[in-house]
């Protein structure tokens, strides 16, 4: 089986802040005063280098993505997510264009299942000078039963999943709208949240490209399935049809729901 191996620093990762299990430690995205190699900002929202490369022959980067640390995606205004993903999708367009990297992931941990280790809401930029894209992901992951589709962009459950339970899928075609993508993904981490199933902490958003194509899944998190860990098996749940019927409702048709 052909993957890429990347080499992780352990004395680094051993000196990183954490706050998500251990919560009466401080938390340095809030420390905006002691922030260091701040590239870019807009408004509460900010894009810096990590302080903490643990990935190593890799630049990595951190966007914080507001001033308020309690609050996550499915709390904030239509603008103001609008904001944050217009920001990642910027910086990862153009990081993927200077020539300087192969391929740049961009990612978002949120809880303790998603293998993040601070709880205020960040994602993460990692850009490899040396990586092999084709081995990623698989197109068809991403690609499911439609809920939605507006301004070139669709919104799906994956029928495919890359691991198992619950994926959603937002696909944007060439020339689809980033704002749609935003309203997508909120809406996507509001069920996941609040409807998917009781008692869900976790959470990530991976987003790819392909082609001229941008994908972002959106994935709950909890303990893995020992078939995917140990053997690759991925389960296709039964009930992926009545996911899409109850986000359709919830957001679309009935909208009892809604971010404006």
């Known amino acids: 089986m052909n993957f890429n191996l990347i080499r992780f620093n352990t004395d680094i990762g051993k000196t990183k802040p954490e706050n998500?299990?251990?919560?009466?430690?401080?938390?340095?995205?809030?420390?905006?005063?002691?922030?260091?190699?701040?590239?870019?900002?807009?408004?509460?929202?900010?894009?810096?280098?990590?302080?903490?490369?643990?990935?190593?022959?890799?630049?990595?980067?951190?966007?914080?993505?507001?001033?308020?640390?309690?609050?996550?995606?499915?709390?904030?205004?239509?603008?103001?997510?609008?904001?944050?993903?217009?920001?990642?999708?910027?910086?990862?367009?153009?990081l993927l264009n200077c020539g300087r990297y192969e391929e740049v992931l961009f990612f978002k941990n949120f809880g303790p299942m998603s293998g993040g280790t601070i709880k205020h809401p960040h994602m993460q930029l990692a850009a490899f000078p040396k990586l092999n894209s084709e081995l990623l992901f698989e197109s068809a992951e991403l690609r499911g039963i439609v809920i939605a589709e507006k301004n070139g962009v669709e919104l799906n459950v994956s029928n495919c999943p890359r691991v198992g339970f619950g994926e959603l899928n937002v696909v944007v075609e060439r020339g689809g709208d980033i704002d749609t993508l935003a309203d997508f993904l909120q809406i996507g981490v509001h069920y996941l949240m609040n409807f998917f199933r009781k008692n869900l902490t976790s959470y990530n958003i991976f987003f790819y490209h392909r082609a001229g194509i941008v994908y972002a899944k959106i994935m709950p998190r909890f303990a893995t399935s020992p078939y995917f860990v140990g053997y690759n098996i991925h389960f296709l749940p039964r009930n992926v049809t009545q996911i899409a019927e109850e986000v359709r409702k919830i957001y679309f048709d009935d909208k009892q729901i809604n971010f404006d």
């Open 20 to 94: 998500i299990v251990h919560t009466e430690n401080a938390c340095p995205f809030c420390d905006v005063e002691h922030l260091t190699n701040i590239l870019d900002t807009d408004g509460d929202i900010i894009f810096l280098r990590n302080k903490y490369p643990v990935v190593e022959d890799a630049e990595l980067f951190v966007l914080i993505e507001g001033s308020e640390c309690e609050i996550d995606m499915p709390s904030y205004s239509r603008e103001h997510m609008r904001r944050v993903i217009r920001m990642g999708v910027k910086h990862w367009r153009e």
